[in-house]
């Protein structure tokens, strides 16, 4: 069963946050890397990405009362043209409810969701769950956070952030690997 890391980039740090990108990555923690091609769904002959990166409509969720803060603002005005393009580009948007019908989608068959800093990613997103009353596919014990993980060895080498969603998660992914190696973890429980 794998792992997902999820990333958002948002417009708030409120769990209320408007958000602008969704990237979901499946991946086994004790394999470096992770899946790219498509995988079977359970009980059935359909296929899915094992990977998502979502542009979410931000026009309706400010109708939905989701909300901005100056600050935030402020931040994604001195983040790189390339992230800024990636997520504030009007194409290719999608509702909030299809967005987390997509990662509700990919999270379901993952045995552990990940993130660099659940207060922010999993609060944001399980707000938008529970607003779109679509149930939060993951238990609150099978919560993870890489961040914690990375404080555990001092000596790890940080990789780029560079609030681009889907590749803030593979660079998170191999963060995570390379901890688990170094402090000699072979499988997970």
């Known amino acids: 069963m794998p792992d997902l890391m999820v990333d958002i980039e948002a417009l708030a740090k409120h769990n209320d946050a408007i958000i602008l990108t969704i990237g ?3 991946f086994d ?3 470096k890397g992770w899946e790219t091609k498509p995988q079977r769904m359970r009980h059935s002959e359909d296929t899915y990405t094992p990977y998502m990166n979502i542009r979410v409509d931000v026009d309706e969720q400010e109708t939905l009362g989701r909300r901005t803060d100056e600050e ?3 931040w994604w005005c001195k983040q790189t ?3 800024q393009a990636d997520a504030f580009s009007t194409e290719d948007r999608v509702s909030l409810s299809d967005a987390l019908l997509a990662l509700k989608l990919l999270a379901e068959p993952c045995k552990r969701v990940w993130s660099k800093g659940p207060l922010y ?4 997103l399980e707000h938008a769950f529970e ?3 679509i149930t939060v596919p993951w238990k609150f014990w099978n919560v993870r956070d890489a961040r914690t993980v990375y404080s555990l060895t001092p000596t790890l080498k ?3 952030n560079g609030h681009l969603a889907l590749e803030d998660c593979r660079n998170q992914i ?3 690997q390379d901890a688990f190696e170094m402090l000699g973890v072979e499988q997970l429980k």
Not at 121 to 124: G, L, V
């Open 81 to 83: 043209a390339e992230a």
């Open 131 to 133: 607003q779109s009353k």
């Open 29 to 31: 923690p004790s394999v």
């Open 174 to 176: 191999l963060m995570l």
């Open 158 to 160: 940080a990789r780029t």
């Open 72 to 74: 935030t603002l402020a």
């Open 24 to 26: 979901a990555q499946m």
């Open 121 to 124: 990613d999993f609060a944001i």
